[in-house]
């Protein structure tokens, strides 16, 4: 397969982006299945972000088990939530 530079639009700050054929080939060797969203900037602003001090943590009941959990992000009402416990046992029959 070809690859050829495209310009996509940030999501954040709206500013277009080169989408190179290198990073294209690597995407594609790497198995990602979706273009980045996000100018370099957005990126490495959004990392240094993540990486400062504790995360906020949300209080959910597992789906699972239906013991309280807390969980780094907040929870969607369409999507079930699991403990710790109940997410690695869910996570082992995904690799199966």
Avoid at 45 to 68: D, F, L, W, Y
């Amino acid at each position: 397969m070809e690859f050829k530079d495209k310009v996509l639009t940030c999501r954040d700050c709206g500013a277009e982006f080169t989408f190179t054929a290198g990073e294209q080939e690597f995407y594609a060797e790497k198995g990602f299945q979706h273009e980045p969203v996000r100018c370099r900037d957005c990126r490495m602003a959004r990392k240094r972000q993540r990486n400062e001090g504790p995360r906020e943590m949300h209080s959910v009941i597992c789906s699972a088990c239906g013991r309280e959990a807390e969980v780094p992000f907040k929870p969607r009402e369409d999507r079930p939530v699991y403990c710790r416990e109940c997410f690695e046992a869910q996570k082992s029959s995904w690799g199966a």
